[in-house]
């Protein structure tokens, strides 16, 4: 099956997930972005992104999340859509729904155990990366 026959659908037929078990927190600050020179996986899901974690420097990943996870947040439970993440400083980042993560107001998670537990059931529910 090719991306585009799959990418309304996750592993799970579609099904949704909602996450209430950790709230993320609401924060506005901007991202560095660039063109990175490859396109790297990190597990099945996550891929290199254009963003830059705000700690680090380095590349996030990016996992295409559709509409499949649900987290909870200041603002009531939101669809993650895309999210973005730096493993190495264990943090994740979610642009709010209808806004790109450039335009700096976004959901996040910074707990070591949180992010952990959110990226497990992000791999499990995101769609596939275009090949
Ligand atoms: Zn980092």
């Not at 063109?35 to 700690?55: L, N, Q, W």
């Not at 335009?103 to 499990?124: A, H, N, P, Q």
């Amino acid at each position: 099956m090719d991306y585009f026959n799959r990418r309304a659908l996750n592993e799970y037929g579609g099904k949704t997930k909602e996450v209430r078990e950790y709230e993320w927190t609401h924060e506005h600050g901007s991202f560095e972005q660039d063109v990175p020179e490859k396109i790297v996986r990190s597990g099945a899901k996550f891929y290199t992104s254009s963003y830059k974690c705000p700690k680090c420097k380095k590349f996030m990943y990016k996992a295409n999340v559709g509409e499949f996870v649900w987290i909870k947040t200041p603002d009531g439970m939101k669809p993650l859509k895309s999210t973005f993440g730096c493993f190495e400083c264990c943090m994740l980042f979610s642009a709010i729904p209808g806004k790109m993560l450039s335009e700096g107001d976004y959901y996040t998670l910074k707990d070591k155990r949180d992010v952990m537990f959110m990226t497990t059931i992000i791999s499990d529910y995101a769609l596939y990366p275009p090949q």
